[in-house]
């Protein structure tokens, strides 16, 4: 359980954080220069806060009012740098090893070769860092900062500097490292895509603030808070289970309380618990149910809330079987249709507007 | 074949002798000196790193006039010297290796310095919240990211060591066996008649030293960067 309440000024840059990370993946999600960074250097030690107060598990690692301040050494906390930082005269072992071997027996609890297995790094243990791509240096960096057996790991955007296709390698790593070692993450992303598949709480940073704290579903179902999760982002994050597939059109079928989503095929098997993101402006909504469409999704649904927002733009709060849906509409749209709360109506979803990186398995 | 006599064995032996202490002497200093130039801020820094730089645009007569004075056997330093501990140095052939390190100590302080610039702090950030205290960091990282520079400063410490002449000649004179280096042997050739072909020779031999320690800077520095990429 990492505790901290932070004051750090940088310039004319102010950062003020409130915060309490417990078990699981806590996600600092905002745009750069919001001041994620900057919190997690302040926890491992790497930069001081001016005030404040940083516990982890009851240890204080700093409190500016009793003039603890902890140098990083003694902090006990795994960092995983955005750009790996490996020592390049070591080898991939002598790197995993440097952490543990400064770490007391007694509190060695992470395995090197579970850390090695996991990651799936064991054909690298020879090799120089200079040697590898930059996937595989990342996943040697996790087990570097894992092996220290740390109290917490931090991570500072990891997946930052990587192509696509070495992120989708990576992601199920991190995923199942929370669970597997017993250690809760502090995961720094402006992704969306890594949140919605990593955190188990995320936290909005805003100019320096932790401007709201809570689940992705949550937070990402309110609409004011759209400046903060992007407005290409917005929209309503659901939970599903995958029912089934259908190979011979390419679609999924999920089941959710609003019933059944239609999307485009995705690798998970059938019975997975899943987390649906449905971007607001791809949910059309529809007062009598059209006939003869294209569209695969017609979900019935009820309107909670009509709020103008900006740029000609109206965003209705749908309730879908106990389910919170968001839809963007045009101004002119509303005009036509005259939505107002309690109205019965569908809300029109195409299934291919969901695709692989909208859904993912929750940590 | 060219065979060497004894006095240009001796002189020989005498350089490589000098010029070693006067690195190996200097070295850790130098180090030393070359971080506290690379990462520390503060007042009198400019000062500081004048001082060390003075050897390399004073006169080497006036470095050697300098160390005379302060070393010599009534000087404030080398009497306390002698007296305390019964160390001489002035006119020995450790007064000629300090001599050589004082030359040569800017010149190596920069190429290390120039090194210790180089590196990345992220990875003694890295190595920090790896559980390493400052000195450990240092011995565990940075030194071993800054080899190729502190060997390029060693060696060329000892090139310069090896042609020493001014304050080597001042401080501690040219005395046969004790600080009859190969240039100040080779002066002495000069200055009397018939000398010519000696002096000759030690100029070949002087060539084929430095050009060797060049060689094998090239030779290790080469090494030193594979390892370092794998």
Known sequence: MLELSLARSQGAFLVNVNLTAGQGITALFGPSGSGKTSVINMVAGLARPDAGRITVDGKVLFDAKAGIDLPPEARRLGYVFQEGRLFPHLSVRSNLSFGMNRTPSPERRVKLDDVVEVLGIGHLLDRRPAKLSGGEKQRVAIGRALLASPRILLMDEPLAALDAARKAEILPFIAGLSKRFAIPILYVSHAMDEVLRLADTLVLMDQGRAAAVGSVEDLLARPDLRPLTGRYEAGAVIRATVAGHDPSYGVTRLTFSGGTLLVAKCDLPAGAAVRVRIHARDIAIATEAPTRTSIRNMLPARVISVEQGDNHLVDVMLDCGGTPLWSQITALGQAQLNLTPGMNVKALIKAVTITGSHIAAPP | ?230
């Open chain 2, 1 to 230: 074949m060219f065979t060497l006599t004894p006095l240009e064995i001796e002189a020989l032996y005498l350089s490589l002798l000098v010029s070693g202490w006067a690195v190996a002497g200097s070295l850790p200093l130098g180090i030393l000196c070359a971080w506290v130039l690379a990462r520390l801020n503060f007042p009198g820094k400019a000062l500081f790193d004048g001082i060390i730089h003075l050897p390399l645009v004073l006169p080497p007569v006036v470095v050697g006039y300098f160390l005379l004075v302060m070393l010599g056997r009534r000087g404030p330093v080398g009497g306390w010297l002698h007296d305390w501990f019964g160390i001489t140095i002035a006119f020995t052939w450790k007064g000629a290796a300090i001599a050589s390190a004082v030359i040569a100590f800017p010149l190596m302080v920069r190429a290390i310095r120039l090194s210790l610039e180089g590196v990345d702090r992220g990875l003694e950030q890295a190595a920090r919240t790896l559980g390493c205290s400052p000195l450990r960091t240092f011995f565990t990282v940075t030194l071993p990211l800054v080899a190729p520079g502190v060997l390029t400063g060693a060696i060329l410490g000892f090139a310069r060591s090896l042609s020493e002449f001014g304050a080597t000649i001042t401080f501690v004179s040219n005395i046969p066996g004790e600080t009859r280096t190969l240039p100040i042997a080779l002066y002495a050739l000069t200055q009397v008649p018939g000398g010519d072909e000696a002096a000759l020779r030690l100029c070949i031999i002087s060539v084929v030293v430095a050009f060797a320690a060049l060689l094998a800077s090239e030779f290790l520095s080469r090494r030193v960067q594979a390892r370092l990429q794998g």
